[in-house]
């Protein structure tokens, strides 16, 4: 092995034209961590904030250039660490929200964060599971959810939201979903069991008394979202903020989703994948030499389900 590797790298903050394919180090592993010879890397909307800075994390604010973007991860184990063994094929979310380097042909990943991938999917979907998956499943765990309920869901196409439909349909409730007109019949290939156009009705004037509320679209819409809800319900944020003051002025409940690795949730996940519960939808796949074009497409705010950057067969 080469004690270098391709990766996509920035050196500074600003637009997809600061990515660049750099031949940097290959990561050494420390105690605890296992060595990933990566096959796929799933993108996210955070991904884009990170690197125009959008996003007021600390730990962001002055970072030893260069950074590798990316923190979803698929591929197969190179140095083992833990349970797992050489050729292993595993996938997670690695130290999110600290820097991980994913869209790379290695990673090193605290092995806490790993679980074996779904034999049932190939890597490149298996790659857009993790950030999106964990994020649909905490905001849904954390907001209580239970069968028999009513679940309304934002952005229902799209990387977090089509995992949040078939993870409310798998609990039963009953998911009302918004989208755009062109996603309606992929929205309710999911699950949903009612579907909105979102830009042809204002979804707070047709819903009222749901129980949870997901809300991923803008922050200036959660007014709307609190309205959508029953006295008591809770709203689920990823796009925030969210003032808790405005919560309990409006008499519901609710919290900002703050995302993190959890093996136990993504084996969760995994297992419903296996069983054919979840099937994630990857929109695009790009190469690792165009991962700037993929970071283009994700900022672009209209992908269907995941894009995902492949760095090896």
């Not at 997670?92 to 990673?107: D, K, M, N, Q």
């Amino acid at each position: 092995m080469s004690d270098t590797m391709r990766a996509a790298a920035i050196r500074e903050f600003g637009g997809v034209d600061q990515i660049n394919i750099e031949d940097l180090p290959v990561p050494a592993p420390g105690e605890g961590e296992a060595l990933v010879r990566i096959h796929a890397a799933g993108l996210n909307p955070i991904d884009n904030k990170f690197r125009n800075r959008q996003v007021p994390l600390p730990l962001w604010q002055n970072p030893d250039f260069p950074v590798i973007v990316g923190w979803d991860v698929s591929g197969t184990i190179v140095e083992s660490a833990g349970d797992f063994s050489v050729g292993d094929a595993v996938y997670g979310l690695i130290r999110f929200p600290h820097f991980s380097g994913t869209c790379a042909e290695f990673v090193t990943a605290p092995v806490a964060h790993l679980v074996k991938k779904p034999h049932n999917i190939d890597h490149n979907h298996a790659a857009g599971v993790p950030l999106a998956g964990l994020t649909a499943w905490q905001a849904i765990e954390t907001g209580g959810l239970r069968s028999g309920q009513t679940a309304l869901i934002h952005a229902a196409a799209g990387g977090v939201g089509h995992f949040a439909v078939q993870i409310a349909k798998n609990i039963g409730a009953k998911v009302i979903a918004t989208a755009s007109a062109r996603n309606e019949d992929f929205v309710m290939s999911l699950g949903a069991d009612e579907f909105i156009d979102y830009t042809a009705t204002e979804v707070s004037d047709v819903v009222s008394g749901a129980d949870f509320v997901f809300h991923t679209i803008s922050g200036s819409m959660i007014p709307k979202s609190i309205a959508c809800l029953k006295p008591d319900g809770y709203l689920s944020v990823v796009e925030g903020p969210l003032n808790p003051d405005d919560a309990v002025a409006a008499g519901v409940r609710g919290s900002f989703i703050n995302v993190h690795p959890d093996e136990t949730h993504l084996a969760a996940i995994t297992a419903l994948i296996e069983d054919g519960t979840i099937k994630p939808h990857v929109d695009q796949v790009y190469p690792l030499a165009e991962t700037a074009a993929a970071h283009a497409h994700v900022e672009g705010g209209h992908a269907r389900g995941k894009v995902v950057v492949e760095i090896s067969g």
